[in-house]
């Protein structure tokens, strides 16, 4: 999968839109075990205002952002099981012993304290320094009001809608990329139409997304001053696996060998 990040030339209202996505995410995020149940998908659906395809949009998301996370804590207990195994097999002797027996102690206390944390939306290192400036407000209150502007904003998500061959490669977005234009439709009785800026090489991209129109999923993600196009490189040059084909010439060579 490939993604074209397209900077827009106006500013598309979609800021409320982004906030409840963005609240959907992360109550999606702590209790995705419930994503499916029917009561708990349509109470947050009338929460947040967002009909049911950004509904199971959000789920796709936070799906796979929960399946990289635990790829991720598989790696780390890797890591940390090879490094209590090297620090029984490292002498802590002599100046050289000593210093990598350290490293070694503070990389694993490092790994440790990782274990098991989810995602802080808004940036870690942001809320640890928000914390440690309020320890003296009064002084350091400026810098603090900054900081939680800035939390606030990275809490945001831009709005996503999974890409569908059958519904012009995506039903809550239209293409017009020959103009470098593209259509938001929130819902059937708002569109707004967007223009944005694509260099010669995204532009080659594009017009043979336009091209593949209806025939290939086109996924898109929109904040406020940016939006992102993601496409299959594979199916859009045609060089994708196709299963059926592969079973049908698989039958005629089966066929071939019986008869040889």
């Known amino acids: 999968m490939l993604t074209l990040k397209l900077k827009l030339k106006n500013s598309p209202p979609v800021s409320d839109y982004c906030k409840n996505y963005s609240f959907l995410y992360r109550k999606l995020y702590a209790n995705f075990e419930l ?11 009338a929460k947040y205002n967002l009909d ?3 509904y199971e949009s959000c789920c796709i998301e936070v799906k796979t952002k929960l399946a990289q996370e635990k790829t991720h804590q598989e ?7 090879s490094l209590e195994k090297e620090l029984k097999e490292t002498k802590p002797e002599g100046r050289k012993g000593k210093r990598k027996t ?19 939306f808004g940036g870690l290192t942001t809320l640890r320094r928000i914390s440690f400036l309020s320890n003296d407000r009064a002084q350091n209150q400026t810098e603090i009001t ?42 059937k009785e708002i569109k707004y139409n967007l223009s944005f800026h694509a260099s010669k090489s995204q532009q080659k991209v594009l017009n043979l997304l336009q091209s593949r ?15 992102w196009i993601t496409y299959d490189e594979e199916k859009l040059a045609g060089y994708e696996f196709k299963i059926h ?16």
């Not at 994503?35 to 659906?45: A, I, P, V």
């Open 35 to 45: 994503s499916q149940d029917e009561n708990f998908k349509k109470d947050l659906q």
């Open 52 to 54: 049911s395809w950004f």
């Open 75 to 81: 790696k780390q207990a890797e890591q940390i099981q």
């Open 102 to 120: 350290f490293r070694l102690h503070r990389k694993l206390a490092y790994l440790q304290s990782r274990q098991g944390k989810k995602i802080t």
């Open 146 to 187: 900054e900081l939680q502007k800035k939390y606030q904003e990275h809490r945001i998500l831009p709005i996503y809608s999974i890409g569908e061959a059958p519904q012009k490669s995506n039903r809550k977005f239209g293409f017009d990329f020959l103009n470098q234009n593209i259509i938001f439709k929130p819902n």
């Open 213 to 227: 129109l209806g025939e290939l999923p086109i996924s898109v993600r929109l904040s406020e001053q940016w939006v």
């Open 245 to 260: 084909e592969f079973k049908k010439e698989a039958r005629k060579l089966e066929k071939t060998d019986k008869e040889g």
